[in-house]
């Protein structure tokens, strides 16, 4: 039987590259409605809703037609503002975290991380990574990288499913004689993450009585706090990431995308 899957996708105002980002609105619609009609074309998700702290957020989204909770402007982080969100969601066994500067991820991205978590009952958490093939995205901080290994269930292998180790903002796995020939091994060495996050409900029901981890406050990366608690999180590939929005050129160049057609 399947999972009953709801996404949520967390919305702020404020942003410290590219201020009111989520209501740039130079191609018609704004850019939080891009992000909702990806998520909408997920064939597993039975709703798709916008959590936000912006008033204007919330009528905007109401505007374009879309559901909108409001939540606290206090919230460290979009999984904290889905949990604070989560007894207003309704019923479901699995919450998608999708981020709401990503108008142009591809809806079969949500379905194969929910897929992966029927797949891997032991996962708390699903997640999608990308090979990474460039060596210059492999030093870039902003590219988050993630050490796996292929998923050992309690019932065997799961094909296309890893458990992920680790995720870092450093070149890892360090190698120690470097070529550029690992760049282009199969299965890939090195790894994207991509920041969408499928959940057990049942893990977010418990967030806020996890452990602090000094490995997410170091690396300022919210997952690692799930791995150090123990939580497996298992990840699948996909061929390539959706381009987020993260600067005035991102926006730019995903207007001009979306006006070419």
Known sequence: MHSSVIIAIPARLSSTRLPRKMLLAETGRPLVEHTWRAARGSRRATRAVV????DEIAAAVRGFGGEAIMTSPD????????VEALPRLGAADIVVNVQGDEPE??????????DLLDRCPEA??????????RAQDLHEASVVKAVLSPWQGTAGAVP???????????????????????LAAEPPLYWQHVGLYAYRRGLLERWD?????????H???????VIEAGIPIAATAITHAARGIDTL??????????RAG
């Open 209 to 217: 009585s996890l452990p602090d981890s000094r490995l997410a406050a």
């Open 75 to 82: 919230a460290p982080s979009g999984t904290a503002r889905i």
């Open 124 to 133: 708390g958490v699903a997640t999608l990574v990308t090979p990474l093939r």
């Open 51 to 54: 959590v936000t702290d912006s």
């Open 160 to 182: 296309g499913a890893w458990r992920a180790l680790y995720f870092s903002r450093a070149a890892v796995p360090a190698a120690r004689e470097w070529n550029e020939i690992l």
């Open 219 to 225: 690396e300022s990366l919210e997952q690692l706090r």
């Open 105 to 114: 991820l591809d809806p079969a991205a949500i379905d194969a991380a929910v």
């Open 249 to 258: 050129p991102d926006y730019a160049a995903f207007v001009a995308r979306q």
